[in-house]
């Protein structure tokens, strides 16, 4: 039996994380997306709606943070945050098929 994560995401008995698009794996539970490919960029390059410089806020320097699938690049997560800190989103889990 599969675990729900979201949309691109599901995990195995064993604890593997998997991309639903082509079963790549992208991490394990306590970290979903190690093996994702990750990229940082400016945080403007998210969109228009991004227009004010991070330095208004802050000293710290702020980057737009994609995960991507290993396999398919598709887009697992999207984030600005500071460029010295980790993710700290969290994924609630739900069971399918039981
Ligand atoms: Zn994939």
């Known amino acids: 039996m599969s675990v729900f994560i979201d949309e691109n995401l599901e995990q195995d008995d064993a604890g593997l994380v998997s ?41 710290r320097e702020v980057v737009f943070r994609q995960a991507f699938c290993p396999e398919c690049l598709t887009l697992l997560q999207a984030e600005i945050v500071p460029a010295d800190e980790p993710s700290f989103r969290i994924r609630s889990l739900k069971l399918v098929g039981a």
């Open 19 to 59: 991309c639903r698009h082509c079963s790549a794996r992208v991490g394990v539970a306590a970290d979903p997306l190690r093996d994702a490919r990750v990229r940082e960029s400016a945080p403007r390059t998210a969109g228009p709606s991004v227009r004010a410089e991070a330095s208004n806020f802050t000293d």
